[in-house]
């Protein structure tokens, strides 16, 4: 194969995608660089080799004093046209070399008519290859590679058009395929696999073909058997296969498929290309001795060779017409001759010049003196004259291939010294003229400054051609790529780290996917000495493409071979050869190539310059941050962000990161704000603190943010900005106490010394993450213990003079923040949970003391629950506010001491008494209850709370106390339920005032909504029972109104016996008895509470007998009252009913319907939302319900 023909670049992918091409990796060469005899290897047809510029000076061919092969053909096609006669394969060569591809296209075309096809032409124009690269590039490319098409862009680390991602460049920026697409690049793909298997294999059988006469000598010699070759190797396998599926060994074939998995024995065609099938194994036996051998007819095989290369006896011809066969034959045959003639000038050549080293070499035995060792090398520095400047490995390496051969043809008598020079200096002399042979390059150097290693010289007179003839029977590859580096043995550093840089391009895209991660270190090493830039360059992004989709594990690896890279080479190699590979898969389509972008970026940033580090990676990484759709790789660019928080000294960027916090809270995914509060926040924080921002611009910042939400809040209150800014606040709140630590008056007196008392567990709350532990950014535990210590002390012996951090947490924060609290709004459950949260935390990190004598003194003094204010409008007006429920559940609740749960019993009461007295709204209240119930351990506090509410002596406080057990229910277990809320209840429902007994209603219907229990069950429904048929309570409307709504609201959710016995026939008594009432305003509060129980009771399943006997009569009874009061809800009424008789007639189609809503399967959707707007602006009024219910004129 030709040297190079592997794309270093094409691994990013997978090994199907590494088809083999052309790297370019043979540069053009001086003629001073090629006569040191390093071999560029037989040039390639142009179907597989680069741009035409090179070719010309790659070519290695015969030539006679200097002058290249190919001027003599022309010259001899000049000159000489009558006499020699030009092959039309020379000709095609030439035109294709020219890139004349239009006129090569001609004359292929005319061949084949004429039935003459060139196995060239039609190699060049069956590869798809040779056109695709001629295509256009994208932008911003850093060097340029001529192309078959023309100029060629490339990137400095992209070498062919298969590596790009042309999506990228994309009018309309979709860099998304559609279906269609995938599929067909797919079936692409797998058709260039066959196509590279194929050629792999017409490789191996030209490369494993046997010359004729060897072959005759093993037909001659039956015991030297001919070794068998891949093709028919795969051959017989196909045959043998045949055969045991034919007769029947079916296992046998099996496990013979298994052990050559590497064939398709489905598939002739899999053998090898244009190979027609021989007969079964039964036949070819019949007949072995029985017919005499066929002419084989053979096909061109040659790949990447041109005919001036090949030996004579290369060409055979393929049998079409014996006419044609025959002409061909005379056309190679004057190739031959031609060719003949041109070594035989170049033999006489060089046999002058051996002559005259010869005579130049005893002139200077003579000169020499003493030490034959001083003539060799000044010999060898001369005759290194016009050779030119070596490459770069020049003398690196002990070259195998050479042996001498100029030696033989020498006086037998010369010493060792003079063998030495002849050899140096003929090396020069072929070097420049030809490679054709392995064996021509008779080189056996070593390094200079070391002496050449000598071999014994047999003492014959061989002739040279007979010698090197003799030597071609030793057979040996060194003219390709791999050929050529197996046969150098690098003996130094150097030499290994250039070798590697040559192989390991060839070596990625043929290792499997899963183990590629098994040569990074091989990559590093090679990348880390390697001493030109451009291969450097290749291998780091080898590195960064060596994997397609890397998992977790795999980008530890890359990861920690990058940083590894980087504390050997230093921050300028890492900014000028890591950052561009980054750089440039900022944008990749696969999200595990972006992640590793991100994790790069900061892994590396402390081994980077700082101001690359605070301007090009964060730039980059706030790009990925504000574009990237995949939220895994925002969440790594949000942790890198925090160590360049970490490492970053520029103050002007503050504000930049202030912006970068601000936009990773408000991400839609849940982990990236995660990885916000617990990396990036605490490093952000960090840097703050030493900037002295943390308490002057970070803090009040955020505050000033959440006044401004409450400001625009008026008509509806962003909760999710809210809490956005409060959790930042909240993740805040241990970088604030630890700069409270550090700037105390008694932080020059901590010390470490003597024995320290443990810090106790629960002193913290637990962090979110070990950034936002306090010892952590403290020191140690054990520093921190010194300082909880004499914290404790200063606030509780030595005040807080002097201590500003302090004094400003004490006299600006915190009432900054109990004035927030007072402007949220009550009814919002999440607003309330967030702060209560926050203060939580606050009170617990600040500690024991400073929440008793800071912070509650501060609540304390604005609620102002004494007994002489009760009546005070201020007091009240305060009480209503969220201030209340935030104090009781986010700074009474912090510590579960027996003193502090009677401090929170109390203020409970207080409240409770003061909001009943004063006729406030209870929304403070119950916003306590619903936070301090979600937590069991509060629930036998809350307990006592209102049995204190159940004996107090006002009959208000009662009332409040009898709708506070509807909350608790829900969220206590039922035994306390049946021990303290259910005789607590029935002692109410006894109470002389009968506002008393109605509060008791709702609880009650919430314990039949929520309780199992029969007997607690049971204990309910008499004490309803009693409501309902007791004579006393005939006249009571609002009792009814309440037993009605109750009945509507847990009706459906109820045991189903209990709806059955119990609610719908009292709703049908209620119903009928509504409609003898007189007072206009009564009927239409009953009716209007009938109807919403009604709608709600009809989702449930309902028998037949309920529903003729109560369902149809109540819902008759409703109608006639909303025939005269409102027509609109007579149209729903009227139609639930007729469902109703229709489903007690068809039984059948009811019982498969279900628990079908009657109101949603037939009410009109236009007549419901008109009647439920119209309900929505419904009064207490019963002037304003008359009106509504007026008939339209």
Not at 217 to 224: A, D, F, R
Not at 290 to 302: E, F, K, Q
Not at 632 to 648: F, H, Q
Not at 888 to 903: F, H, I, M, P, S
């Amino acid at each position: 194969m030709a040297a190079g023909n592997v794309n270093p670049f094409n691994v990013s992918d997978s090994e199907d995608e590494a088809e083999q091409r052309q790297d370019g990796a043979d540069t053009e060469r001086s003629p001073s660089d090629e006569a040191q005899g390093h071999s560029l290897g037989p040039f390639s047809p142009p179907a597989y080799s680069e741009p035409a510029a090179l070719l010309s000076s790659n070519r290695t061919s015969p030539s006679v004093d200097g002058i290249p092969a190919s001027a003599a053909a022309v010259a001899g096609i000049g000159g000489g046209g009558a006499e020699t006669r030009v092959s039309l394969d020379a000709i095609a060569a030439q035109l294709l070399r020219d890139q004349y591809i239009l006129t090569a296209l001609e004359l292929h075309t005319e061949l084949l008519e004429a039935g003459r096809e060139l196995p060239r032409l039609r190699d060049y124009f069956s590869n798809p290859g040779n056109f695709e690269r001629q295509s256009g590039t994208p932008p911003a490319c850093k060097e340029q590679a001529v192309g078959p098409g023309g100029p060629l862009n490339r990137a400095g680390s992209i070498s062919t058009l298969d590596s790009l991602d042309f999506a990228r460049y994309s009018d309309d920026g979709n860099r998304e395929s559609d279906e269609r697409v995938a599929v067909l690049e797919f079936e692409l793909r797998k058709a260039k696999e066959t196509i590279q298997a194929l050629r792999a294999n017409l490789t191996q059988a030209a490369e494993c073909e046997i010359p004729s006469q060897e072959r005759k000598n093993y037909k001659s010699s039956p015991e030297n058997q001919e070794p068998i070759r891949p093709l028919e190797k795969r051959a017989l396998n196909f045959l043998v296969n045949e055969y045991l599926l034919k007769n029947e060994y079916k296992l046998a074939s099996i496990t013979f498929s298994d052990e050559n998995d590497d064939q398709d024995f489905e598939l002739w065609d899999d053998v090898g290309l244009n190979i027609p099938k021989p007969p079964d194994l039964l036949q070819l036996y019949r007949n072995c001795g029985n017919i005499l051998p066929l002419h084989r007819d053979t096909v061109d095989v040659a790949v990447n060779v041109d005919p001036n290369d090949l030996p004579g006896d290369y060409f055979t011809q393929e049998p079409v017409q014996q006419t044609e066969a025959i002409q061909q034959q005379e056309e190679v045959v004057q190739e031959l001759e031609y060719q003949i003639g041109l070594l035989n000038s170049e033999k006489q050549s060089l046999a002058e010049q051996i002559k005259k080293l010869q005579s130049d070499i005893q002139a200077l035995q003579r000169n020499v003196s003493s030490e034959p060792t001083s003539a060799v090398k000044s010999t060898q520095s001369k005759e290194d004259t016009p050779c030119g400047k070596p490459p770069l490995d020049n003398g690196q390496y002990l070259d195998i291939r050479g042996v001498t051969e100029t030696d033989s043809s020498s006086d037998a008598n010369t010493t060792k010294t003079s063998n030495t020079t002849t050899t140096a200096t003929t090396d020069c002399t072929e070097r420049t003229t030809t490679a054709t042979q392995p064996h021509a390059k008779l080189k056996s150097q070593s390094q200079q400054g070391k002496s050449s290693v000598q071999f014994d010289q047999p003492n014959r007179k061989l002739s040279p051609a007979f010698h090197q003839a003799l030597l071609s029977f030793c057979r040996m590859s060194t003219d390709s790529r791999l050929g050529s580096e197996v046969s150098r043995i690098a003996d130094s550093e150097q030499s290994v780290m250039l070798m590697l840089g040559r192989c390991l391009p060839h070596i990625v895209p043929n290792v499997l996917l899963a183990k590629r991660e098994e040569l990074i270190p091989l990559i590093l090493c090679t990348a880390c000495l390697h001493p030109e830039p451009k291969e450097r360059d290749q291998l780091l992004h080898i590195l960064f493409n060596l994997i397609k989709r890397p998992d977790d594990e795999q980008r530890q690896m890359i990861l920690t071979g990058c940083v590894a890279f980087a504390r050997h080479v230093g921050p300028t190699r890492v900014e000028a050869e890591l950052l561009p590979q980054c750089w440039e898969q900022i944008n990749h389509k696969y999200p595990e190539r972006r992640l590793l972008v991100a994790e790069a970026c900061g892994a590396l940033a402390p081994y980077l310059p700082k101001e690359i580090r605070s301007s090009l990676v964060l730039s980059m990484l706030q790009q990925m941050l504000a574009e990237d759709k995949a939220d895994m790789v925002r969440e790594a660019v949000v942790k890198s962000l925090a160590i360049i928080m970490g490492y970053i000294d520029d103050p002007d960027k503050y504000s930049q990161g202030f912006e970068l916090m601000l936009l990773s809270l408000g991400d839609p995914s849940e982990r990236v704000v995660s990885a916000t509060h617990q990396v990036f926040i605490p490093a952000f924080a960090a840097w703050c603190t030493e900037l002295g921002n943390l308490q002057s611009q970070l803090i009040p910042s955020l505050l000033t943010r959440i006044e401004k939400l409450l400001k625009q809040g008026e008509y509806g209150l962003d909760e999710h900005k809210l809490h956005m800014y409060l959790s930042a606040l909240q993740s805040l709140i241990p970088s604030l106490f630890a700069v409270l630590l550090q700037n105390a008056p008694f932080t020059s007196r901590a010390k470490l010394q003597g024995d320290v008392p443990p810090i106790e567990v629960t002193r913290f709350p637990r962090p979110a993450s070990p950034l936002q532990d306090v010892a952590t950014i403290v020191g140690s535990r054990e520093q921190l213990a010194v300082l909880l210590q004499l914290y404790d002390h200063q606030l509780q012996h030595e005040g807080t003079t002097g201590w500003d951090s302090l004094l400003w947490v004490v006299n600006q924060f915190l009432p900054q923040l109990i004035e927030i609290v007072g402007r949220i709004n009550v009814t919002s459950s999440t607003c309330v949970h967030e702060f209560s949260r926050f203060f939580w935390r606050l009170c617990r990190t600040f500690g024991k003391i400073f929440t008793n004598t800071k912070v509650k003194p501060q609540f304390q003094e604005i609620l102002r629950l004494s007994e002489e204010n009760v009546d005070a409008s201020a007091g009240n007006g305060i009480l209503t506010k969220a201030t209340v429920p935030i104090y009781a559940t986010g700074v009474l609740t912090c510590y579960n001491q027996e003193e502090d749960r009677k401090l929170l019993v109390g203020f409970l009461e207080d409240v409770m008494t003061t909001l009943s007295l004063s006729h406030a709204p209870l929304d403070s209240l119950k916003a306590s209850f619903v936070e301090l119930g979600a937590n069991p351990a509060f629930h036998e506090l809350l307990l006592t709370v209102l049995w204190y509410g159940v004996v107090h002596t006002s009959a208000l406080v009662r009332c409040t106390a009898a709708r506070m057990f509807e909350l608790l229910v829900k969220g206590v277990n039922e035994t306390l339920v049946a021990q303290r809320v259910v005789p607590a209840l029935i002692t109410l429902s006894s109470d002389p005032e009968i506002s008393v007994r109605i509060s008791t209603i709702p609880a009650f219907g919430t314990i039949m909504e929520t309780v199992t229990q029969k007997e607690l069950l049971e204990r309910v429904k008499m004490q309803l029972a009693s409501f309902l048929e007791d004579p006393q309570y005939q006249d009571q409307h609002s009792l009814h109104m309440e037993i009605i709504k109750t009945f509507g609201r847990v009706g459906p959710n109820a045991e189903p016996r209990f709806r059955d016995e119990f609610v719908l026939p009292h709703l049908h008594k209620l119903a009928l008895c509504n409609n003898q009432q007189t007072v206009e305003s009564k009927r239409i509060d009953i009716a209007t509470q009938l109807f919403e129980a009604y709608s709600a009771l009809s989702c449930c399943f309902i028998s037949e007998e309920l529903m003729v006997n109560h369902f149809l009569p109540g819902l008759r009874c409703l109608r006639t009252d909303m025939e005269q009061l409102s027509p609109e809800h007579e149209v729903i009424l009227s139609s639930m009913i007729k469902e109703c008789e229709i489903k007690v007639e068809n039984k059948g189609i009811g019982e498969a319907q279900g628990s079908i809503s009657i109101a949603a399967s037939l009410v009109g959707e236009d007549a419901k939302t008109k009647f439920l707007s119209k309900m929505g602006q419904l009064t207490t009024s019963g002037a304003m319900l008359a009106n509504v219910f007026q008939r339209k004129k």
